[in-house]
């Protein structure tokens, strides 16, 4: 055995699965095909948001509140600062389906919230003008991760706890049989107990049965400057999504004091890839007119030109939520994937239910809505 576990793909839930693995003292080796923290994939560009009230549904909430002790271990392991819980709002209409998921969070949870309206909205967040019947919802547990740092804090503490990472390897095919699971990478075989795949967008490569509900999309980001970037400081603008029949939007304080950013909310593609290997990164400015017409309507103190643009991109199931557990159908496997443009601020706890699943073969946190299974033609 080269160990008793492998993780496929050490970018965030990778990284995240071999800290977890290896301050439980389990031997784990990590393939990666590009560098550590690149920006080649999911995981780049400078900040992802975290929310507790959660537009995707209340079932999430305990998992969030657990990936926020996660991420506080993680700072407290790492000695890095990860997470920066500023606040986050949710705006619209009462009547919004997202906007009705998220009060049924707050309700259902209790969690510690504010609902502003009118003068007192205007007031506290004078950069968000609403529109007639529309509130503004502060989620108190809500605010940004710096995505980059996260995956190499993760990744060095596990390598600090003696685990092995494999850099620029690809892993060429993944065999399971009674004497464990092989892994073919770097033109050497390699023999494991357990793997976890955590392929992010290449997942049906490395487990071609999950083709038919699988997809890549591209996520487009964008950095604006302001009239008066001092209004979009962390501690003045708290992360938002804005969501309504003529914009999704989403956006997160400056962090270097000069840009804003601002994109879709991810759950709205910008198009699919055929090849996550031939991404076209080049970004055009159609790509970008809804959303530079719905900065300029919504938020009038931005200058609504981007002098930022990158695309990115993330692995989708057709149901929008990830797939994570055992491979059906096989206990040495276990996957993490599909996390559909919504898994960064999870990763650190879907660190741990991988970790679970692989030493207890169980986890108790409540996973039953991402079951793999519920996808039956991607049986292995
Ligand atoms: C632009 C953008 C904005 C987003 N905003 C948010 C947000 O604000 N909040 C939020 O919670 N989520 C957000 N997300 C979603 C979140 O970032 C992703 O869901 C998450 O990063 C996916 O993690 P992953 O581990 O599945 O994929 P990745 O982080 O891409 O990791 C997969 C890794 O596997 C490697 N790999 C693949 N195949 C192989 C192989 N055969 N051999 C070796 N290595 C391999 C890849 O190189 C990569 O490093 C956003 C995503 C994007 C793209």
């Not at 909205?121 to 919802?137: D, F, I, N, W």
């Not at 970790?355 to 169980?362: E, M, P, T, Y």
Request: a negative charge.
């Amino acid at each position: 055995m080269d160990a008793e576990v492998a993780v496929i793909g050490v970018g965030t839930m990778g990284s995240m699965a071999m800290w977890q693995l290896a301050r439980r003292g389990v031997s784990v080796v990590g393939f990666e095909q590009f560098g550590i923290g690149h920006d080649r994939s999911a995981a780049g560009g400078e900040s992802r948001a975290f929310r507790t009230a959660y537009l995707e549904g209340s079932e999430y909430v305990p998992l969030l509140q657990e990936a926020k002790n996660q991420w506080v271990e993680l700072e407290k392991d790492s000695g890095s600062h990860l997470l920066t819980l500023n606040g986050g709002l949710m705006i619209g209409n009462e009547t919004n389906p997202s906007m009705r998921n998220i009060l049924q969070c707050i309700k259902e949870f209790k969690l510690d919230h504010e609902v502003l309206e009118g003068e007192s909205a205007r007031k506290r967040y004078p950069q968000h003008p609403l529109r007639s019947g529309e509130l503004m919802v502060l989620d108190k547990q809500a605010g940004f991760i710096k995505p980059e740092l996260s995956v190499l804090a993760a990744a060095r503490k596990a390598e600090e706890l003696g685990s092995k990472i494999y850099r620029y390897s690809r892993v060429e095919s993944v065999s399971t049989h009674a004497g464990g699971v092989t892994v073919v990478a770097n033109n050497q075989t390699y023999l494991f107990e357990k793997v976890v795949i955590t392929a992010g967008p290449w997942l049906d490569y490395v487990l071609p049965n999950y083709k038919e509900n699988f997809e890549v999309n591209r996520l487009l980001l964008a950095w604006f400057a302001a009239k008066d970037i001092n209004l979009f400081t962390p501690e003045r603008f708290p992360i938002f999504v804005r969501l309504n029949d003529e914009i999704n939007l989403f956006g997160v304080p400056t962090l270097d004091g000069n840009m804003v950013k601002l994109a879709p909310v991810t759950g709205h593609g910008d198009g699919l890839i055929q090849d996550p290997d031939n991404v076209d990164r080049n970004v055009r400015v159609e790509d970008l007119k809804s959303l530079i017409d719905g900065v300029a309507k919504y938020l009038p103190d931005i200058i609504p030109e981007p002098i930022r643009v990158s695309a990115y991109m993330d692995g989708f199931t057709t149901d929008h939520h990830p797939v994570v557990g055992f491979a059906p159908e096989h206990e040495n496997v276990v996957v993490l994937g599909g996390f559909s443009g919504h898994g960064f601020k999870m990763a650190p706890v879907m660190g741990k239910i991988a970790a679970d699943l692989v030493i207890n073969g169980r986890t108790q946190h409540h996973i039953q809505h991402l079951n793999p299974n519920r996808f039956t033609s991607a049986k292995i």
